[in-house]
């Protein structure tokens, strides 16, 4: 079965310090990865996604995210993180459920605090 | 602005009574999907429909039913309510089609507590 496993259910790191969130899936094709943040009492919002070409992919907010076969990761990250990243990001991969049409499972979230 | 609009924002009910949460997709998308945020269960698929057609079936209870309309908006019943349904609940549409498939586009949510 699809799955996604973010392993860290919280980060705290620094103002201006670097950031890696985990991400790692479960799915036997090639899959179509996304990150999403989701602010206090907001929906969801796209970062940046992955579906063929270029295993890094830049996204919004000056985010970024590698895609590891091998590893079967998509792990983002940003070089100096700013207050205002303090949010929760969830990891989601697309998965085909009848021809042409898809679902995205998402994985459990990890919240982050950023310390001034 | 995702163009995904959830009304109603909040939600307050008693058990066992029944509720609607309506949803209008962005224009030109064509699936919805309905997603239940708790804080122990994370974000969890609940249905998916595609051009008014069920798609897709994940952890639904039985006590809860959704449609499509020919306009495209969606509704989400929930009924016989109980104190564990408390959650926010979204609705996010996509394209829903094509190679490659797209990326999904959320609306605010909308919260459902259950006294």
């Known amino acids: 079965a699809q799955s996604v496993t973010q392993p860290d259910i919280h980060i705290t790191v620094s103002e201006g310090a670097s950031l890696e969130l985990r991400c790692n899936y479960s799915?036997?094709?090639?899959?179509?990865l996304f990150w999403y943040v989701q602010s206090p009492g907001q929906g969801l919002q796209l970062l940046l996604k992955?579906?063929?070409?270029?295993?890094l992919v830049q996204g919004i907010k000056g985010f970024e995210a590698e895609f590891k076969r091998s590893q079967s990761s998509f792990n983002l990250r940003k070089p100096s993180v700013h207050w205002s990243d303090a949010a929760e990001y969830f990891c989601?991969?697309?998965?085909?459920?009848?021809?042409?049409?898809?679902?995205?499972?998402f994985g459990t979230g990890t919240r982050l605090k950023v310390l001034a | 602005d995702s163009g995904v609009t959830q009304t109603p924002k909040h939600l307050i009910t008693a058990t066992g009574q029944r509720v609607t949460l309506r949803c209008s997709p962005r224009?030109?998308?064509?699936?919805v999907y309905w997603y239940q945020q708790s804080l122990d269960q994370g974000l969890q698929f609940l249905i998916q429909?595609?051009?008014?057609?069920e798609r897709a079936k994940g952890n639904i209870l039985e006590r809860f039913s959704a449609q499509q309309f020919p306009d495209l908006h969606s509704e989400l019943n929930l009924s016989s309510l109980e104190l564990g349904d408390s959650a926010l609940y979204f609705c996010?549409?996509?394209?829903?089609w094509g190679t490659g498939g797209t990326e999904a586009f959320f609306g605010q949510g909308t919260r459902l507590t259950v006294v």
């Open positions: 799915y036997g094709a090639t899959p179509y």
């Open positions: 989601a991969v697309g998965v085909p459920v009848t021809s042409g049409t898809y679902k995205y499972i």
């Open positions: 996010a549409s996509s394209v829903g």
């Open positions: 429909y595609y051009n008014g057609e």
């Open positions: 992955y579906f063929s070409g270029d295993t």
């Open positions: 224009s030109g998308d064509l699936s």
